[in-house]
């Protein structure tokens, strides 16, 4: 079974940053054969899109939120898929999710794969 595990979320001050990394388990799935994207849901709002990337990285498409600030990129190598954020703000506030395979990259009902998400908190 394919599955995507996000790893990196913690709690940090305004200001801070993270990376937070994507990486698929399942000997079969690899994840340099799709387009990736990063979406996040803070309490009592929708899912939203932050950034996507092609299959091979050369291509980034970013949320207005999250340009300049936010950087996706992929190692094919180690099959994973990043997100650095620098600097955070406290309405970056929110649980982070992986996801691969899609039609479209900014629209999160085209995915085929997701990953459980990992919680960001950032504090003022």
């Known amino acids: 079974q394919v599955q995507l595990v996000e790893s990196g979320g913690g709690l940090v001050q305004a200001g801070g940053s993270l990376r937070l990394s994507c990486a698929a388990s399942?000997?079969?799935?690899?994840?340099?054969?799709?387009?990736a994207g990063w979406f996040r849901q803070a309490p009592g709002k929708e899912r939203e899109f932050v950034a996507a990337i092609n299959w091979s990285g050369s291509m980034t498409t970013y949320a207005d939120s999250a340009k300049g600030r936010f950087i996706t990129s992929r190692d094919n190598a180690k099959n994973t898929v990043y997100l650095h954020m620098n600097p955070l703000k406290p309405e970056d506030t929110a649980v982070y999710y992986c996801a691969a395979g899609p039609i479209r990259v900014d629209n999160l009902n085209t995915y085929a794969y997701w990953g459980q998400g990992t919680q960001v908190t950032v504090s003022s």
């Open positions: 399942g000997r079969t799935f690899t994840v340099s054969n799709y387009d």
